[in-house]
């Protein structure tokens, strides 16, 4: 019961914590506008988003301790395998402030896309993340189709929609 306990207020803290790092000078990105490019150190190396020009993106913004990010992992493996040849990349970024955190949580759940750590959060506040996961659909031409904010199971059926449509929209 204590360690449920000492879990729980680690959690409430954690998130009040990311609320604290990602509010005030954030804002909402609209349809249409511009995706911020970022450079950030990942599993594979330095991870821009501007080398992913010409293809279909999807940003998926995470945490160890969100339990719909862990649900939304399967899901994302599943799409990149899915439309990899067709221009889909997809790139999670971890929100964590101890890498070990995320580390523990890819060996738990592992990434078959691109995974980048911005444990000083500024990525997200570019983006106007207000909760997590978060995700944006980047489309060819860098701009930003839409964003979306949590994961569940009945998200999955339209963001697949989402994505196969910016695929199949011409350049």
């Known amino acids: 019961m204590a360690t449920f306990l000492n879990q729980k207020v680690r959690v409430v803290f954690l998130a009040a914590l990311l609320a604290l790092v990602l ?21 594979q190396g330095q991870v821009k988003l501007s080398s992913d020009a ?20 399967s899901w994302m493996n599943a799409m990149q395998d899915k439309y990899r040849a067709q221009g889909l990349k997809i790139i999670g970024v971890n929100l964590d402030g101890k890498s070990e955190d995320a580390k523990k949580f890819l060996t738990q759940n592992p990434a078959k896309f691109t995974i980048a750590f911005d444990s000083k959060g500024e990525t997200p506040k570019s983006y106007g993340v207000k909760g997590m996961p978060t995700s944006f659909l980047v489309g060819r031409d860098g701009k930003v189709i839409f964003q979306h904010l949590g994961f569940k199971e009945a998200d999955r059926d339209d963001l697949e929609k989402q994505i196969k449509a910016a695929l199949e929209a011409k350049k």
């Open 23 to 43: 509010g005030g000078k954030s804002f909402a990105l609209e349809a249409g506008a511009n995706a911020p490019d970022f450079a950030l150190p990942g599993v």
């Open 54 to 73: 010409g293809s279909v993106v999807y940003v998926d913004f995470w945490a160890s301790w969100c339990g719909p990010c862990r649900q939304s992992f």
